[in-house]
């Protein structure tokens, strides 16, 4: 089994800036793409950036130029700075890890537990 931790989270002003983290441990042979989705209260769960393992991103058209998401191969870990936040980015994150798991080799998605991000204006 993988387990994704997340952290970062919090209530911040518009305008403001916050760094989520999430870190996948346990039965990983490789993690392929990590990711970020977000859902807000009555909506359905969004995408809001990607990251392959190569380093190649994808953002949501709402976020780009705004948010950054970036990983770190050796300790499994990916992240999201989160700049210019605006009331609308209120919702819970959730991290992805797209994960090669040991010892049969299969390939599952995991996802984090969820961090709350508020954002006041």
């Known amino acids: 089994q993988v387990q994704l931790v997340e952290s970062g989270g919090g209530l911040v002003q518009a305008g403001g800036s916050l760094r989520l983290s999430c870190a996948a441990s346990?039965?990983?042979?490789?993690?392929?793409?990590m990711g970020w989705y977000r859902q807000a209260p009555g909506k359905q769960r969004e995408l809001v950036a990607t990251?392959?393992?190569?380093?190649?991103?994808y953002y949501a058209d709402s976020v780009k130029g705004r948010f950054t998401c970036s990983r770190d191969n050796a300790k499994n870990t990916v992240y999201l700075q989160m700049n210019s936040l605006k009331p609308e980015d209120t919702a819970v994150y959730y991290c992805?890890?797209?994960?090669?798991?040991?010892?049969?080799?299969?390939?599952?998605?995991?996802w984090g537990q969820g961090t709350q991000v508020t954002v006041s204006s």
């Open positions: 992805m890890s797209n994960t090669i798991v040991v010892p049969a080799l299969d390939v599952y998605d995991y």
């Open positions: 346990g039965s990983i042979f490789r993690i392929n793409t």
């Open positions: 990251i392959t393992s190569g380093g190649s991103t």
